[in-house]
């Protein structure tokens, strides 16, 4: 497996502001997670869209999985109430939660790429039209 996007991509294409220190990191584990969900296909694949994916997971997966955020829900001290607004659904892991809205940025940048084709082959045109064999 290979990091589908570098520093260079990530800092002057995309725009990314993640610092040097965590980006590598979070480059890892969104190119890992982009190889997993497309089975593999995107190592052979070398459009701007896999490495456009690979930045916005990895801005993701730093603001899911790294920033360390208090996630409150509720919080009450003699009139003072606290509550702050979560991505998380009840009872979501931060993992849960990366990996949902991760294959959404999987499906934005690399649907229409056929990178995330679950089938095995190669769908072939037949002269009778029938796709499905």
Same mark, same amino acid.
């Given at each position: 497996m290979r990091l589908y996007a570098d520093k260079d991509f990530y800092n002057r294409s995309y725009g990314g502001t993640l610092p040097d220190n965590i980006l590598e990191r979070s480059l890892m584990h969104a190119s890992r997670y982009l190889h997993t969900v497309t089975m593999g296909k995107a190592d052979a694949f070398?459009?701007?869209?896999?490495?456009?994916?690979?930045?916005?997971?990895?801005d993701l997966y730093y603001r899911v999985c790294i920033e360390q955020k208090?996630?409150?829900?509720?919080?009450?001290?003699?009139?003072y109430s606290v509550t702050y607004v979560?991505?998380?659904?009840?009872?979501?892991? +931060?993992?849960?939660?990366?990996?949902?809205?991760?294959?959404?940025?999987?499906?934005?940048?690399?649907?229409?790429? #056929?990178?995330?084709?679950? +089938?095995? #082959?190669?769908a072939h045109v037949h002269e009778c039209g029938y796709h499905n064999l």
């Open positions: 070398e459009g701007d869209e896999l490495k456009y994916a690979a930045c916005e997971t990895a208090r996630n409150i829900r509720s919080e009450n001290n003699d009139g979560t991505e998380q659904k009840d009872g979501e892991s +931060r993992e849960n939660l990366f990996q949902r809205q991760a294959y959404g940025i999987a499906r934005k940048w690399l649907l229409t790429t #056929g990178v995330m084709n679950r +089938r095995a #082959g190669y």
